[in-house]
């Protein structure tokens, strides 16, 4: 009979559920979303009417390992042919740890919508490297389907911060 009881003691114990962890068991860096938004500015340098630019960004980033996945959206107005910019698309970028200071090397391109008597649409891309994670310098190729200044070259600075903090599975 101690037999039977102590049977139906572990059949009972092994019925129980397991309470599981509310995060499950991973190998690798969990991917984390961010928020990104700053200032950039730079200068039309060749190809169009040379003049300066100034505006904003904003972005939606995944970021795991050292691989960076994204979209953005920036603002900006063009003093060279007196107007204003827009482009959106994708971003990519690979991040490069140093003891002393993160580099990320990315590119990031799309559509592009300039306002004004020469406005019109057109395709944008653009090559940056991030330095501290939050200073970009780029060059951004810009044709843009109007009368003039379709063509255009333009380097700048970008300074952008996380608005949020940061969510998704390797959030904490």
């Known amino acids: 009979m101690r037999h039977l009881a102590l049977s139906f003691a572990v059949i009972a114990v092994a019925a ?7 995060r499950g068991f991973t190998i690798g860096a969990r991917p984390v979303w961010f928020v ?21 960004e904003l972005g939606l980033v995944r970021i795991r390992d050292r691989q960076v996945v994204g979209v953005y959206v920036d603002g900006l107005y063009d003093f060279g042919v007196d107007a204003a910019l ?7 970028a690979i991040i490069r740890r140093s003891p002393s200071m993160p580099l990320a090397l990315g590119v990031d391109g799309g559509g592009a919508l ?3 008597d020469d406005g019109g649409l057109g395709a944008t ?5 991030t330095v ?14 109007g009368d ?19 969510f998704g599975a390797g959030a904490r």
């Open 36 to 56: 990104t938004g700053g200032v950039t500015t730079g200068g039309t340098v060749a190809l169009a009417d040379r003049g300066a630019l100034f505006g904003g």
């Open 125 to 129: 891309g653009r090559v940056f490297l």
């Open 148 to 166: 003039a200044d379709r063509h255009a070259v333009q380097v700048g600075l970008t300074l952008k911060f996380p608005l949020a903090a940061p």
């Open 86 to 92: 827009v482009t959106a698309g994708p971003e990519l």
């Open 114 to 116: 300039r306002f004004g």
């Open 132 to 145: 501290a994670g939050a200073v970009s310098l780029y060059g951004r190729y810009v044709f843009i389907d």
């Open 16 to 22: 129980v559920p397991a309470r599981a962890e509310p």
